[in-house]
């Protein structure tokens, strides 16, 4: 009796340090979480200051903050300061910009983090600053050429109709040349300013693109509604349409933080619905997620978990928000 009695308390015994062990790790991974969502609040916070004074036209300031985020956070989002520094240093209303620290910044993003998400941008970029650094020595190098041409001129006490031809020739080749680096600017900040003409959503492949003129211009990971097979057909099946349709509204006080409308359903979705005696269903938004669960962040893409939505993060939906107007197409793969 007193044997069973003993092995009893034992067990007890056990089964309260399992207990206790079990709430210890639980409270110390909440701390981590929470730790972990207060550093990439900051963060978001700090980067939107330096993003703030670029927009504001103090590029020195902003450099400054970005590099102060890369010595303050080593190890958080460097990628994406090296590519907001690399347009600063290029941008052309930077009075002193420099392209060869911009071409840095987006060489050392492309071999420093070659997974990351800005890397097809950095690649562009490097492309076309190259042809810009080419062009400028081109100009520099007429230039030489024109003083040269004057001083030959000046010395003979006077311009020669050859001369001068070539002088007029040579300052219509800067102009040429001049124009070309402007084209070229607006096709490098067509990522950053431009509108995206067509949102490309591969629900296979969990992946949904931005695209304008045919070019990618962000690609996001993604979350599909619980039952993500087929199209949707009707209200409460939890699928996410297919189909191509169009961005028809926007609701920046959605409870999943900021929400765009998808035009769901179109009169072929309705037709079906009526012939088996159903309701479409609708509310179909590209949305992120609730504010108290912003620090899931890029983790909600590892399972589907909505009504039919696609989902994204907080600062994706942000910046999403800003690169794709009412009436872009929206175009749903299988």
């Known amino acids: 009796m007193n044997t069973q009695m003993d092995i009893c308390r034992r067990q007890k015994c056990i089964e309260g340090h399992f207990c206790f062990y079990n709430f210890s790790v639980i409270a110390i991974m909440l701390l981590l979480m929470c730790g972990c969502s207060h550093e990439k609040a900051l963060l978001r916070t700090e980067i939107q200051d330096a993003s703030n004074s670029f927009i504001q036209g103090d590029y020195d300031a902003s450099l400054n903050k970005y590099q102060q985020i890369i010595n303050k956070h080593p190890?958080?989002?460097?990628?994406?300061?090296?590519?907001?520094?690399?347009?600063?240093?290029?941008?052309?209303?930077?009075?002193?910009?420099?392209?060869?620290?911009?071409?840095?910044?987006?060489?050392?993003?492309?071999k420093d983090y070659p997974e990351s998400s800005f890397k097809q941008?950095?690649?562009?970029?490097?492309?076309?600053?190259?042809?810009?650094?080419?062009?400028?020595?081109?100009?520099a190098a007429l230039q030489v050429q024109i003083e040269t041409l004057r001083q030959e001129a000046k010395s003979k006490e006077k311009e020669t109709d050859a001369l001068q031809a070539k002088i007029e020739a040579l300052e219509q080749d800067i102009k040429n040349k001049e124009n070309e680096i402007l084209a070229l600017q607006k096709e490098i900040f067509i990522s950053r300013q431009g509108l995206a003409d067509k949102i490309l959503i591969e629900k296979k492949d969990r992946r949904m693109m931005l695209l304008a003129k045919n070019n990618v211009l962000k690609t996001y990971k993604i979350s599909l509604g619980e039952n993500p097979v087929g199209p949707k057909e009707r209200q409460g099946d939890k699928?996410?349409?297919?189909?191509?349709?169009?961005?028809?509204?926007?609701?920046?006080?959605?409870?999943?933080?900021?929400?765009?409308?998808?035009?769901?359903?179109?009169?072929?979705?309705?037709?079906?619905?009526?012939?088996?005696?159903?309701?479409?269903?609708?509310?179909?938004?590209i949305h992120g997620l609730k504010d108290?669960?912003?620090?899931?962040g890029d983790l909600q893409s590892d399972f589907d978990w909505t009504d039919g939505c696609i989902a994204v993060t907080n600062e994706e939906i942000e910046e999403i928000d800003r690169l794709v107007p009412d009436g872009t197409v929206v175009e749903i793969r299988p």
């Not at 620290?101 to 993003?109: A, G």
């Not at 950095?122 to 650094?133: L, R, T």
């Not at 108290?292 to 899931?296: G, I, L, T």
Request: net charge negative; with cysteine; proline share 4%.
């Open 75 to 110: 190890a958080s989002d460097v990628d994406r300061v090296l590519f907001e520094m690399g347009i600063v240093y290029a941008h052309p209303g930077n009075k002193q910009k420099s392209y060869e620290k911009s071409l840095e910044c987006f060489q050392n993003l492309i």
């Open 239 to 285: 699928k996410t349409p297919e189909g191509t349709y169009i961005i028809d509204s926007r609701n920046r006080n959605s409870n999943y933080h900021l929400s765009l409308h998808i035009s769901y359903p179109d009169e072929k979705d309705k037709v079906r619905a009526r012939e088996v005696g159903v309701s479409p269903g609708g509310d179909i938004m």
């Open 121 to 139: 941008d950095s690649e562009m970029m490097v492309f076309y600053i190259s042809n810009v650094i080419v062009k400028d020595k081109t100009i």
């Open 292 to 296: 108290e669960f912003a620090w899931v």
